[in-house]
């Protein structure tokens, strides 16, 4: 009875799956003043099989949901807090990351294959090549997606080309496609027992499948890929009840929510208001624009995509995208890759440092170009090294890249709406670097506006779990919203030294374009020779000759 009593009573709490490219979390919300009460973090291993490669193993995705799950209803009961009160779940996902699994044996046919993924770059020219005027944005009028390697039916129909287990599963009609979300709600709800096989219209509106006007599954686009319909999922708005929890701690609890992580920073950041915008910097960066109940299409090379359906019968949300590949995955890249840094953290010091990139540039194109290019082409490149620069400018070029990209896509976004943006809202890992932050500022020549609370992207999800018709735990009404403690960096530059930074950012954009050949050298048994690169294959056969020639003048000349 003693501890019964000390329990913190806090009313209904709501709690979200964050499941991201490179880590999953579970986090607790109190649904009245939006508190982050407690949460638990688990690192998601990504595999590089081949060049341009990238998967993750779904059963890990899945097992770091339940552990985080189970660990945070540790840390609660800690804290006195009662886990009965957790009326509901949402669920937040990295989106066009693309699973089959067997819905009779509950196992996944082949790893996810990443949104990064670049295995699928041949296939996309292919279908570019078939359309009228080779034009990528030939699907655009209903998908409001280029045909592009980013988004899932691609890597879909890659699979089915190229995994026996998947197209013998598609024939005898045993395969589920899904995204993320798909994939955590059928296995939450119970899996080949009974698993509610569904999806959300955000991260459907990500696939190339989905019309973004009717707000389903297009018949004409599944044709356009030869993927049958009958392995996608139902498409339900971004809030409503979709089934129960079937195991753990928090068995019979409703999962209510789903909205892919973008839809759900825009929600956390309550960019309910047509023209309100976030830009979230985690693994990639992305920038969305509210444009309210009507598709805007972009000239500028954004995406239109579904930003929220937050009930079965309102209206669907619209929202004008700009993509990055390449954010904080840059600071992995050199850390894992290159070892300048040991820890994320250590970056802002680096770079602090110095103060300036010294001239130097990177262009950090290892996935090609997203928005506003679309270039599949592009490589990394770093440009205006001299004896002086060191690995401190390197990282401090390595941020400015983040900021110039995020400026090449607010660029498109405001001659799109005609209206500019006058002050930018962030979120996300990266937000917590403060010099990336005035950087940013620096560069778009407006303030940046931070949440003291970073996780927005979980908040969005919770928000719409807790709405749901059926919990009723979360109000969205706008006077009931809780007010957002943030902070404010201000442009320190003058616009002119901001100009010429980008100047020269945008010169070294158009020296990594055009890298790769159009079309990969098969060897024979369907794997890409190295030297579909000809800049690549020039090089390995002139090192060849070097050192063979190196090797006969040292036999010819003994010492």
């Known amino acids: 009875m003693a501890a019964s009593s000390s329990r913190v009573m806090l009313g209904p709490l709501v709690a979200a799956i964050d499941q991201g490219t490179s ?59 009662d886990i009965s009160n957790i009326k509901a779940i949402g669920v937040t996902n990295q989106r066009e990351t693309t699973l089959v699994w067997d819905k009779e044996t509950g196992e ?46 691609v890597k879909l129909r890659w699979l089915m080309d ?46 190339m499948l989905f019309n973004i006007h009717t707000l389903d599954w297009d018949p004409e686009l599944c044709k356009y890929f030869d993927i049958p319909m009958e392995i996608l999922p139902k498409v339900r708005s971004s809030s409503e009840i979709y089934g129960l929890m079937k195991s753990g701690s928090l068995s019979g609890i409703p999962i209510s929510g789903c909205l ?23 693994t990639g960066c992305f920038l969305l624009r509210n444009t309210g109940a009507k598709p805007v299409m972009s ?27 390449i954010a904080g995955a840059v600071v992995r890249w050199l850390k894992d890759n290159l070892g300048i840094i040991q820890t994320s953290t250590e970056l802002e010091k680096l770079a602090a440092s110095v103060g300036t990139s010294y001239g130097c540039y990177f262009v950090p194109a290892f996935s090609g170009l997203y928005a506003p290019y679309w ?7 770093i440009c205006g090294l001299t004896q002086f620069t060191n690995k401190s400018h390197l990282a401090f070029a ?53 949440p003291s609370m970073p996780e927005t992207t979980a908040l969005g999800a919770a928000m719409a779990a807790g709405a749901a018709e059926g919990v009723s735990v979360w109000s969205l009404r706008p006077e009931d919203l809780s007010e957002v403690t943030s902070e404010k960096f201000e442009p320190q530059i003058n616009p002119e030294e ?51 020639g190196a090797k006969y003048i040292a036999g010819q000349c003994p010492l």
């Open 260 to 282: 892919g992580d973008q839809s759900a920073a825009l929600v956390g950041q309550m960019c309910f208001q047509e023209g309100q915008a976030k830009n979230t910097y985690g």
């Open 162 to 207: 190229n995994v026996d287990e998947v197209a013998e599963a598609v024939l005898t009609h045993r395969a589920m496609f899904g995204t993320v979300d798909s994939w955590l709600i059928w296995c939450l709800t119970g899996g080949k027992s009974g698993g509610v096989h569904c999806t959300d219209v955000t991260n459907a509106s990500r696939t």
């Open 375 to 381: 270039e599949p082409s592009a490589r990394g490149i």
């Open 498 to 548: 901001s100009e010429f930074r980008y100047a020269r950012w945008k010169k070294a954009v158009q020296r990594a374009m055009n890298w790769e050949t159009t079309e990969p050298i098969s060897n024979g048994n369907g794997e890409t020779s190295i030297f579909s690169s000809v800049p690549l294959g020039f090089y390995i056969l002139g090192s060849m000759l070097m050192l063979i």
């Open 299 to 325: 000239d500028h090379g954004l995406l239109t995509t579904v930003a929220y359906k937050l009930g079965r019968d309102k209206p669907a949300c619209y929202a004008l995208e700009g993509s990055v590949a």
């Open 108 to 153: 996944p046919l082949y790893n996810a294959i990443v949104w990064l993924d670049l295995r699928t770059q041949s296939t996309v020219e292919r279908l570019i090549n078939k359309t009228p005027g080779r034009n990528k944005n030939h699907l655009k009028h209903k998908t409001g997606l280029p045909i592009s390697t980013y988004f899932s039916a």
């Open 23 to 81: 880590s999953t979390r579970f986090l607790v919300f109190n649904a009245k003043t939006a508190e982050l009460l407690s949460h638990h973090q688990v690192e998601i291993n990504q595999s590089f099989p081949k060049e341009g490669w990238v998967e993750e193993d779904p059963k890990e995705i899945l097992q770091s949901v339940y552990e985080c799950m189970e660990r945070t209803c540790e840390k609660l009961t800690q804290l006195n807090i």
């Open 398 to 450: 390595a941020l400015e890249a983040v900021c110039f990209q995020t400026r090449e896509i607010l660029d498109a976004m405001n001659q799109d709406s005609g209206i500019p943006l006058t002050q930018l809202q962030v979120d996300g890992g990266m937000t917590s670097n403060r010099l990336l932050m005035q950087l940013q500022a620096d560069i778009l020549c407006i303030p940046v506006v931070k």
